[in-house]
């Protein structure tokens, strides 16, 4: 697992073009994840949760701002490279797992490693990779479930499955888009403490926003979007 990983996002702006009207979603937004740090993001619907990690993770770009990883900036590389970098250094996690319902969880896995290496080399790899992705699978819990497709999954097992495609690579910073948010109660909180326990032995870097107060609240910060900004987010006293 890499040994760096410090991300820091400054003075995000971003704003979508709704017909005539621009809607500012992020006005100046500062937010930054120490090495190892597993910061959770609350606030509303619509408040710009998912635009804010689509653009820490150079799945989107900012109207202005700037991310940089351990001081370095990364969001004004030319595209070639920050593809290149995204794929090296983040791994991300859907509500819905995006996972592919014809594959089996072992091949799922695999997929990063398809794209990662291109097809003339993940063809030279890939029984490395089948191995890593049978491995990735064990340390999730689900060793017994290798060929298993979707939707002999439960939800939990899927997001799991998902987490383990998200390793594949050794991302030093995992992005987690509610990943608890499709589930129920008990699956949602064994996922939660899948991603703390990788987070503490792995020192993976976590950003990961989500609803749930119960979630939010196992997190080392909170953070909470709201008018297009952060603010730390104290928990209320009961
Ligand atoms: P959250 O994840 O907190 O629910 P989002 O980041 O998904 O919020 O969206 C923030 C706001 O930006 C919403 O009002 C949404 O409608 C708008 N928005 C998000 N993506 C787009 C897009 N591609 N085009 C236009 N508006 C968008
Ligand atoms: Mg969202």
Same mark, same amino acid.
């Given at each position: 697992m890499s040994t760096t990983t410090h991300i820091a996002a400054t003075g995000i702006r971003k704003s979508y073009r709704k017909g005539r009207i621009e809607v500012p979603v992020l006005r100046g937004v500062d937010a930054e994840v120490e090495h190892g740090e597993l910061v959770a993001v609350v606030g509303a619907s619509g408040s710009g949760k998912s635009t804010l990690l689509h653009i820490l993770g150079l799945l989107d770009a900012p109207d202005a701002g700037r991310i940089e990883v351990d001081g370095r900036r990364i969001d004004d590389r030319p595209e070639k490279h920050r593809d290149a970098m995204r794929n090296r250094l983040f791994g991300f996690i859907f509500q819905?797992?995006? %996972? %592919?319902? +014809?594959?089996t969880a072992q091949e799922n896995v695999m997929m990063p490693g398809l794209i990662r290496h291109g097809l003339w080399s993940y063809w030279k790899e890939r029984a490395r990779i089948r191995r890593e992705a049978g491995e990735l699978l064990e340390r999730v819990g689900l060793g017994h479930r290798l060929t298993h497709r979707p939707s002999e999954l439960s939800g939990g097992e899927m997001q799991r499955a998902a987490i383990a495609r998200a390793l594949l690579g050794k991302p030093a910073i995992l992005l987690a888009d +509610?990943?608890?948010?499709? %589930?129920d109660a008990a699956s949602g909180q064994g996922v939660l403490e899948l991603l703390r326990t990788l987070n503490r032995e792995e020192g993976l870097t976590m950003m990961l926003v989500t609803h749930d107060q119960q979630i939010a609240q196992q997190a080392d910060r909170v953070v909470r979007l709201a008018e297009g900004r952060i603010e730390e987010w104290v928990p209320a006293l009961a």
């Open positions: 819905f797992y995006h %996972l %592919l319902p +014809e594959l +509610e990943p608890t948010g499709n %589930l």
